[in-house]
């Protein structure tokens, strides 16, 4: 019986109860929910809990992307409801798998629908029209749902035309054991009401009435009145007749167990280059000269949840793989949002996108990868962009101006038309600074002037071509700039690659010694052996393929890691870091 | 041993806090409840002590001599709080070195209702990471939010957990200061249902404050938290301190009271931790293995 009524769809709210920034508290058989409506105008239901430590996300603030937590200020994306930040942890990028249960929500008769495990459809309601329809106040009882429609059935009203009147034919036009539809008739005035039962728990529910016709504004307060008065006396006497019944015992919510990987602290590594995501290019526009965005959307399902300055890997038809970072803001799930420049030598990536690729294609990715996370706990934080380089920084940026973060986003480029993504700039105001048309000595004397002095608390994000990489780095350090402050983001790994040597690598727990020769690197070496590491540009750049060093002397070739990073000798990146000793010993 | 609807012999045996031994009336018979039991106590002038199943012979409000009390469960003064047990306590409670040295301020800040069970509180006590998003302005602010790294330990001699090298950025470090600093905190729990807390001592760098709760378990989902401080401060009221901790307790309430399950989740798979819960975890697995079973929800179902 209860699992019948599991498999349902109920109504939960009004939409009314869902305005701007407001998060509702909705309770389903025992079960609450945080039920909250996005700006982009989503409406999210989600179990009323956080996954950290169960503090009901109702008393959360709905900031119109992300739903936070009042707590410890985790924050849950629009949509996908997975945590996209943990403030404990500012360097930390958090576990994408960090995901609260969430119920679906159709929004029907001015209510809004969910259900623990729906089959089929939602009522159908012949005779209400979608844009002429009245929604009552929701009446709580306490009684079981079932006493409720029963009761429902001799509920009387009279015709919102007639309501000051009396004696009304009532029809009863369908009764099932959640609902009830009557229609009220008098003279040529007509009125269906149909009388909708959630129920709250065993022995408790809500009647949710919507009535044809939206009377005008002069009835509408009567009409109003008149039923809240008529329900609120049936509700009187279900009480005085449920009290006299013996109680239910109330309905035990189940919450899910967190997977074995979360509860047992951090580290979750595991996935190949993988691109197990399917989307469709919505839209393929230029933004900029030699800059073309797309807009990808999930062919089927929600895309998973993503961070600022996180990237994909984009499989090209003509086999090659790319990786780009997310330009979108916080909440933006719907669809992930890319730049890509034409590399005038290109190798055939990103000349494919702007030439073969057409909105409508099917492009495979990757899920996103965060290995640029952003920082919130700085007082002020300085983006220093250079050209493409602007897209994740757009991502972090739009993320401090939604909570209120102080930053500045400088952007270089050779003139306004190289500028890209407009919209998204001009919703950033004053805060993204082009610099335009610059010699490279120029830029080095600008460069020079934002970066000092250093202040305490500031955070410095870098991404650009590499020269230009090359040279804020060194300024900063100049300006005294401690190595943990200035984040970097490479576009490629301009180096070349010497991977003449061959050695020995033991993977401490996999207990597993494998032989790494000339020619080959050491992530193909553990692939062979069965070893999967996740792995993305496979270049040295983007930093997805970090392994930790146990033993021996790492031969870096890559452009991820940072200068102390490197010589602490305990992280290599496998795809292009080779083995000074004979011997290296990493916890694979 | 009398029934008990506490079914917890860890808990039983316990010794429980009661009440602020200032805030009784001498002589007097005073109504309370522990583990869902109703008890009376009263104290004598001479800080002589008694506590007993409450009975109509005796009802709250009625002179008493605490020496004609028979039947009186095993009771004792502590730290400035009375405290008794419904089983068969330990001879001694656990030791609070620096309640003995003279130049302290000591005294109860606060004795405050929550509906909540006492290890969810536990753990709130044991919490950094929230200072910023609860206590805004007061012991943490954004956007300083994280919490560095810190180690814990379980004492064996002692059985106690101990967490040592707790930093967090406050706002307000201390009365003398305008800008924010780096706070030292050490956590102690020694009983199931008591926290230990030492801050370092705005006015002398060598010292710490010293800040306790210790929990009255009125049901699995309800206490009654008292706030010791025993701490180095010449100059401030006793109001003045008082109101600061109340204004604390007062902006944990509604958090903690919005927790659920209210008791604690024992199973490691029901919530998801984090490095910053280091603590919380070490906690958790010690009240499992001391096979504590009220106020949680054990991990074997």
């Known amino acids: 019986m209860l699992e019948d009524v599991r498999t349902r769809w109920h109504p939960i709210a009004a939409t009314d109860d869902l305005p701007l920034r407001h998060v509702f508290h909705g309770q389903l058989l025992g079960r609450e929910f945080a039920v909250w409506r996005a700006d982009d105008g989503y409406v999210n239901v989600w179990e009323n809990r956080c996954l950290h430590r169960g503090v009901r996300l109702s008393i959360g603030i709905n900031d119109g992307r992300e739903l936070k937590c009042q707590y410890h200020g985790w924050r849950y994306s629009n949509r996908t409801a997975g945590c996209t930040y943990i403030p404990a942890h500012p360097a930390d990028a958090p576990a994408r798998t960090i995901t609260n249960r969430s119920f679906q929500a159709v929004e029907r008769y001015g209510l809004v629908w969910s259900s623990e495990d729906p089959r089929g459809d939602l009522p159908v309601v012949e005779g209400i029209g979608e844009d002429d329809l009245l929604v009552l106040r929701a009446i709580p009882v306490n009684a079981s749902a079932e006493l409720v429609a029963q009761r429902l059935q001799s509920y009387r009203f009279q015709p919102n035309s007639e309501i000051a009147g009396t004696g009304t034919n009532i029809e009863l036009v369908a009764a099932t054991e959640a609902a009830v539809a009557l229609r009220s008739c008098q003279g040529r005035a007509e009125t269906l009401g149909v009388f909708f039962v959630q129920p709250v728990d065993s022995g408790r529910s809500v009647i949710r009435g919507v009535l044809s016709g939206r009377p005008n504004d002069a009835q509408l307060t009567a009409v109003l009145r008149y039923h809240n008065e008529a329900l609120s006396k049936l509700r009187e006497d279900l009480e005085r007749e449920a009290a006299a019944l013996p109680v239910p015992v109330p309905i035990e919510p189940i919450f899910e167990r967190v997977s074995e990987e979360l509860a047992s602290l951090p580290e979750l590594d595991s996935r190949g280059r993988k691109a197990a995501i399917r989307v469709q290019v919505a839209r393929k526009w230029q933004t900029a000269d030699g800059i073309m965005a797309f807009e990808l959307r999930p062919i089927r399902g929600l895309l998973p949840t993503f961070q600022p300055g996180a990237h994909i890997d984009v499989h090209l038809p003509n086999g090659l793989v790319r990786q780009y970072s997310l330009t979108n803001g916080p909440g933006e799930t719907d669809r992930f949002t890319i730049g890509v420049k034409l590399d005038p030598a290109s190798r055939g990536g990103s000349q494919c996108l702007h030439d073969s690729v057409r909105e409508g294609d099917v492009l495979a990715i990757s899920e996103p990868?965060?290995?640029?996370?952003?920082?919130?706990?700085?007082?002020?934080?300085?983006?220093?962009?250079?050209?493409?380089?602007?897209?994740?920084?757009?991502?972090?940026?739009?993320?401090?101006?939604?909570?209120?973060?102080?930053?500045?986003?400088?952007?270089?480029?050779?003139?306004?038309?190289?500028?890209?993504?407009?919209?998204?700039?001009?919703?950033?105001?004053?805060?993204?600074?082009?610099?335009?048309?610059?010699?490279?000595?120029?830029?080095?004397?600008?460069?020079?002037?934002?970066?000092?002095?250093?202040?305490?608390?500031?955070?410095?994000?870098?991404?650009?071509?590499?020269?230009?990489?090359?040279?804020?780095?060194?300024?900063?350090?100049?300006?005294?700039?401690?190595?943990?402050?200035?984040?970097?983001?490479?576009?490629?790994?301009?180096?070349?690659?010497?991977?003449?040597?061959?050695?020995?690598?033991?993977?401490?727990?996999?207990?597993?010694?494998?032989?790494?020769?000339?020619?080959?690197?050491?992530?193909?070496?553990?692939?062979?052996?069965?070893?999967?590491?996740?792995?993305?540009?496979?270049?040295?750049?983007?930093?997805?393929?970090?392994?930790?060093?146990?033993?021996?002397?790492?031969?870096?070739?890559?452009?991820?890691?940072?200068?102390?990073?490197?010589?602490?000798?305990?992280?290599?990146?496998?795809?292009?870091?080779?083995?000074?000793?004979?011997?290296?010993?990493?916890?694979? | 041993m009398a029934k008990t609807r506490c079914l917890d012999p860890v808990v039983l045996n316990l010794w429980h806090p009661l009440g602020a031994l200032v805030e009784l009336p001498v002589d007097t018979v005073v109504d309370t409840v522990l583990l869902e039991e109703r008890l009376s106590l009263a104290v004598g002038l001479g800080r002589e002590v008694a506590v007993w199943r409450s009975c109509p012979d005796f009802v709250a409000g009625d002179k008493i001599d605490v020496a004609s009390v028979s039947k009186s469960l095993p009771a004792k003064v502590a730290f400035g709080y009375l405290w008794a047990s419904l089983g068969s306590p330990p001879d001694e409670l656990f030791p609070i070195p620096e309640y003995e040295e003279t130049d302290r301020r000591r005294l109860n800040a606060a004795t405050f209702g929550v509906n909540v069970s006492a290890p969810r509180a536990i753990e709130n006590f044991l919490d950094m990471g929230h200072f910023p998003y609860v206590h805004t302005d007061i012991l943490g602010v954004e956007p300083h939010t994280e919490v560095k790294e810190y180690d814990v330990d379980i004492s064996v001699e002692r059985d106690e957990i101990l967490a040592t090298r707790c930093r967090f950025f406050q706002p307000l470090a201390s009365s003398a200061s305008e800008t924010g600093a780096e706070v030292e905190y050490i956590f102690r729990v020694p009983h199931p249902y008591c926290s230990v807390l030492y801050k370092s001592s705005p006015v002398n760098d060598a010292r710490y404050d010293v800040i306790a709760v210790f929990m009255q378990p009125l049901s699995q989902e309800s206490v009654r938290a008292h706030m010791m401080l025993c701490i180095l401060d010449e100059d401030n009221e006793d109001k003045v301190i008082k109101r600061f901790q109340q204004t604390i307790f007062g902006q944990d309430k509604p958090i903690l009271e919005n927790q659920f399950p209210k008791r604690l989740p024992l199973d490691p798979r029901a919530e998801t931790p984090i490095r910053a819960d280091k603590s919380a975890i070490a906690y958790r697995r010690w009240l499992s293995q001391k096979d504590v079973r009220y106020g949680v929800i054990p991990a074997s179902y």
């Open chain 1, 369 to 588: 990868r965060n290995n640029f996370p952003l920082r919130r706990d700085a007082l002020k934080t300085i983006f220093v962009a250079g050209g493409i380089g602007v897209t994740p920084l757009l991502a972090m940026a739009q993320t401090l101006n939604n909570q209120s973060l102080a930053y500045e986003l400088h952007y270089f480029a050779q003139n306004e038309q190289q500028l890209a993504f407009s919209e998204c700039r001009q919703a950033l105001g004053n805060a993204v600074m082009p610099h335009l048309g610059l010699s490279p000595s120029d830029t080095v004397n600008e460069l020079r002037r934002l970066l000092s002095p250093y202040l305490p608390d500031t955070q410095l994000y870098i991404c650009g071509p590499n020269p230009m990489l090359e040279s804020t780095r060194s300024l900063a350090a100049e300006a005294g700039w401690p190595e943990a402050a200035v984040h970097f983001e490479y576009f490629k790994n301009t180096n070349v690659i010497d991977d003449s040597s061959s050695f020995e690598v033991a993977l401490a727990r996999s207990c597993l010694t494998i032989k790494v020769g000339a020619g080959q690197s050491i992530l193909e070496a553990m692939r062979d052996a069965g070893v999967d590491l996740p792995s993305s540009c496979e270049q040295g750049a983007c930093g997805t393929c970090l392994a930790t060093v146990i033993e021996g002397e790492p031969d870096h070739q890559d452009v991820y890691l940072s200068p102390s990073e490197r010589a602490s000798g305990t992280k290599i990146m496998t795809c292009v870091s080779r083995s000074k000793s004979a011997r290296l010993v990493i916890d694979a």
